[in-house]
């Protein structure tokens, strides 16, 4: 049988387990290794699907609340499954070094505010 669809508060966690997850598979790497690193950039490209289904499930009503650009985490998501030949890997270890700091603030934040 089918589990139950995931609540708001639930997709929240999805989505920092996520950045977890991909923060602990590059945290020894170089942009070099990285590059040169199938399995991790598969593991990492799989949890961005994660964080851009999960945050397009949450109830607009709670990310309408907060100042980011929601539509680019989903749109990062549909990129890497749909465009998946034109994904650039130095563009998804940038947004990981660069942006998931961020963004797991953010995740973080509401689910401390909103739950």
Known sequence: MKPGKPTSKERLEHVIQAIDSIQLYCQK?????????????DACLYQ??????ATASIDSSVLEKYDYPWYKVKSFRNFILHEYHAVEMR???DTTT???PGLKEMMEEILTKEF
């Open 98 to 100: 660069e942006i998931l």
């Open 48 to 53: 961005y699907t994660i964080i851009g289904e």
């Open 91 to 93: 563009v998804i270890w």
């Open 29 to 41: 790497h170089s942009v070099d290794s990285f590059l040169a690193d199938a399995k991790t950039i």
